[in-house]
């Protein structure tokens, strides 16, 4: 596990509000992953250079709670694109309100798929010059 978040801007940062988690200020797991998603979508559509759909997420982990207040980052970098598909690997880091100090709290790989104006595979454009 790194020990401080990637030096590029997140895709997405959010702060984690009462209404995203249980009744012990605890964030949901499926708030986060929506999230992440999110980010990874970000990079992917730049790539695509256009509409993508989410297919896979590969194993994820929580290393650490996020709490009601703390700010999340979220930050994707593209590991590989194929005939239509593109592979994100997203990253989540929380920090206190009160602290500098950032944590990374969980990681995925997504797989999001280039989709044509009728919603089917198509492929990803060569990569620009």
Do not use: C, K
Not at 5 to 22: K, L, S
Request: aromatic letters at 6%; zero cysteines; glycine letters at 8%.
């Amino acid at each position: 596990m790194s020990a401080a978040p990637p030096r590029e801007a997140p895709q997405v940062r959010v702060i984690a509000m009462p209404a995203d988690a249980n009744p012990a200020g605890d964030i949901f797991g499926g708030w986060l992953m929506a999230h992440m998603d999110q980010a990874g979508a970000s990079v992917a559509l730049r790539r695509a250079r256009g509409r993508v759909a989410t297919v896979a997420v590969e194993a994820m982990a929580f290393h650490l709670p996020v709490r009601v207040g703390d700010e999340v980052s979220l930050y994707g970098r593209l590991l590989g694109v194929g005939r239509s598909s593109i592979r994100v690997h997203v990253e989540a880091w929380r920090r206190d309100r009160t602290a500098e100090d950032a944590a990374r709290v969980t990681e995925a790989t997504f797989t999001f798929v280039a989709l044509d104006a009728d919603g089917r595979p198509r492929p990803v454009p060569p990569e620009a010059a």
